[in-house]
């Protein structure tokens, strides 16, 4: 069965530091999500992809924040400058053609910010 | 706009008894509903999916869900709870191409022996 891929499982930076998450999308998706959970706390979404564009972003995806698809696999999240508030598990999401077609979510990457 | 309220945060039950975990859901279109668990340091695992097709949705590991648009209401049971469904979960609204997904605030599912 198809599933969406993250990569790393774990990642720790310094606070000031870019990190670089990314996400291996189902292949014939074309809608992208990108989610966070700060510990113990409830999943929020961060900002929706589709046709290379951002389609809605959410006040939390400020500019230290971009997102990207490099090439037709990947699904990066960037963040430029990492705060300690920054240390959360990130999950991204793919989604289908068609107006209801549900999303998948990966595993998560768990971001550690020192 | 969409929302979901996960009533309890926390659950407690004995091993063998009726879980039920209450979420109400808020949506301007025809909602798409999901339950996912949750264990500790892990992923998101989807339990199940409302999609506007059966009321009474079926999931994993013996759980199921009620959609009543009457009541707004989604929520999840379970006939016996077994020591291995302790974990967190999460009711959430939308999650389809058309829009984010919403998330409610969890509930924790404790099973004593």
């Known amino acids: 069965e198809p599933e969406v891929t993250q990569t790393p499982s774990h990642q720790v930076t310094q606070m000031g530091q870019e990190v670089i998450l990314r996400c291996v999308p189902i292949s014939n998706h074309l809608y992208f999500y990108w989610y966070r959970q700060i510990l113990g706390q409830k999943v929020e979404f961060l900002v929706s992809?589709?046709?290379?564009?951002?389609?809605?972003k959410s006040e939390i995806f400020d500019d230290q924040f971009s997102v990207e698809r490099p090439d037709g696999s990947n699904f990066t999240l960037k963040i430029r400058s990492t705060k300690l508030e920054d240390s959360a598990m990130y999950f991204c999401?793919?989604?289908?053609?068609?107006?209801?077609?549900?999303?998948?979510f990966g595993p998560g990457t768990r971001l550690t910010v020192l | 706009a969409q929302s979901v309220t996960q009533l309890g945060s926390h659950v407690s039950v004995s091993e063998g008894a009726l879980v039920l975990l209450r979420c109400n859901y808020s949506s301007s279109v025809p909602p798409y509903l999901f339950w996912y668990v949750q264990y500790p340091n892990q992923g998101l695992q989807l339990l199940l999916k409302y999609t506007s097709a059966a009321t009474l949705v079926k999931g994993i590991n013996g759980f199921e869900a009620e959609f009543k648009k009457s009541e707004t209401s989604f929520h999840l049971t379970k006939p016996s709870a077994h020591m291995s469904d302790a974990a967190e979960y999460f009711c959430a609204v939308g999650g389809t191409n058309a829009g984010k997904s919403t998330f409610g605030d969890g509930t924790t599912l404790t099973v004593k022996p």
């Open positions: 999401a793919s989604s289908g053609q068609g107006l209801r077609n549900e999303q998948f």
């Open positions: 992809f589709y046709n290379n564009e951002i389609s809605e």
